[in-house]
């Protein structure tokens, strides 16, 4: 079929589902065109979470000092590319059993095989499953949350963390731990049947993140001289224009993060809905700086750009609970709350000594438990004992898995680097190679 330049746009995608993909192939059928488009939308919002690691080694090497930076992007390549290998070997099946468990609703029995691929050239009618999208599609977009969940933890332990050990931690983090408890949701488990609604991840990847970080900050403790004489010693970071660099490609990847969760983009319902979690994707993140924003000129006299930053984060964080339902007004205030969060967690965990250099247990975890129980304020399907039951399964199970898994390796191998290498930086320390060698450490 020749389409002529008079044909308008909206005509043209009325025929796209009777147009020939090739001048020998049958005519694309509705199905199989609400299947092309699905699983056009998860690759899509998939290498747009992808772009989100970069976006997280940027903003943590703008946080921590000079004589770190080399180490936060060796830790943020390897994580990501261990996130893949082992979402594949053990992750995928056990977090999507297709209602297969070995212990109802709580273990897939997939376990443990490895994800597979459809096969090459694969039509509609040999589809895993016809009504969703490709697999290798799916696969693709779920591997980038797994992965988002482990760079989170790798912030909040910059600076004295031993590379070997946090990289071991990555493996059971990205394997078993968050795979399982995202099988309890979005896997169709226990969680999922008593209603509990996360739509792209407040607590499924956020929140699990921030437990893994917290548990991880606490047992390892906090760095040389942060904490000294009853006083917090500001640790500034190398490069703040890097950092908020970081901070935008982690927002321009939020909008397939959260898009993409609609997991469906074949009807005007789906693509209009897409757009709706754009748009209060957006507003939320800036309803989260501007408050982080006009609270730190209020509370220090001066705005910070590190709080706004992570004002922002925090927003967006904040509505990916719930993204779509909220009205544009409603996001921006569910995400300004996350920035009030930040701006008053970050000082409550430098009370306590719990040292985490780049703000990500107040962004994950504090405005990811906000988020999940923001959802009742617009979705009349969530309830507010179930989300908070599931803030709480969630947390438990996180914290002390990964605080016994910490505890483990600080006996078996140790986690801390010595003074000395603390002191010198673990750029040289772990690594022999500076980030900035042409500038003195500072």
């Not at 389409?3 to 995608?13: P, R």
């Not at 919002?45 to 770190?68: C, D, I, P, T």
Request: proline share 4%; aromatic share 12%; charged share 10%.
């Amino acid at each position: 079929m020749k389409l002529t330049k008079y044909l308008s746009v909206g005509a043209a995608l009325t025929l796209l589902p009777t147009l020939a993909l090739a001048q020998d192939a049958a005519p694309v059928t509705a199905d199989e065109f609400v299947w092309i488009m699905n699983t056009l939308l998860f690759l899509i919002g998939g290498f747009l979470v992808f772009f989100m690691a970069a976006g997280f080694a940027m903003l943590e090497g703008g946080l921590v000092r000079s004589k770190n930076v080399t180490m936060q992007m060796t830790k943020n390549v390897a994580l990501f590319s261990l996130a893949t290998i082992f979402y594949w070997l053990i992750g995928y099946n056990l977090m999507y059993p297709l209602g297969d468990w070995a212990i109802e609703g709580v273990f897939s029995g997939l376990f443990p095989l490895p994800g597979a691929l459809e096969a090459v050239g694969v039509d509609l009618a040999g589809a895993d499953d016809a009504a969703y999208a490709s697999t290798g599609s799916d696969f693709f977009f779920q591997l980038m949350f797994c992965a988002a969940t482990a760079s989170i933890v790798s912030g909040a332990l910059a600076e004295r963390i031993k590379l070997w050990p946090f990289l071991i931690f990555v493996i059971v983090l990205t394997s078993f731990i968050y795979p399982l408890q995202a099988s309890w949701k979005w896997g169709g488990g226990f969680l999922d049947e008593a209603g509990f609604l996360d739509f792209a991840g407040s607590t499924v990847v956020h929140s699990v993140g921030g437990w893994a970080a917290l548990a991880g900050a606490i047992i390892l403790g906090p760095r040389l001289g942060k904490y000294k004489d009853g006083r917090v010693n500001p640790m500034p970071g190398s490069n703040l224009a890097l950092a908020t660099l970081g901070m935008f490609i982690l927002w321009l990847g939020w909008f397939g993060f959260n898009g993409g969760s609609q997991l469906a983009m074949g009807t005007v319902g789906d693509i209009a809905d897409v757009s709706r979690i754009f748009a209060n994707t957006n507003a939320a993140a800036a309803g989260g700086a501007i408050v982080a924003l006009i609270l730190t000129q209020l509370l220090y006299k001066k705005p910070d750009l590190t709080m706004v930053l992570n004002g922002a984060l925090a927003g967006l964080v904040s509505i990916t609970a719930e993204p779509l339902t909220p009205s544009l007004g409603m996001a921006t205030l569910i995400g300004g709350i996350g920035g009030v969060i930040v701006v008053f967690a970050v000082p409550m965990l430098d009370k306590l000594k719990i040292d985490d250099v780049v703000g990500a247990i107040p962004v994950h975890l504090f405005a990811g438990i906000w988020g999940t129980i923001a959802v009742v304020l617009t979705n009349g399907d969530a309830s507010l004992g179930t989300q908070l039951y599931s803030i709480v399964v969630v947390g438990i199970f996180t914290f002390v898995i990964s605080g016994v898994v910490w505890f483990i390796l600080k006996a078996v191998m140790g986690i801390r680097v010595s003074e000395e290498a603390e002191i010198n930086g673990l750029d040289v320390a772990e690594l022999g190679m500076e980030a900035y060698p042409e500038f003195s450490k500072n």
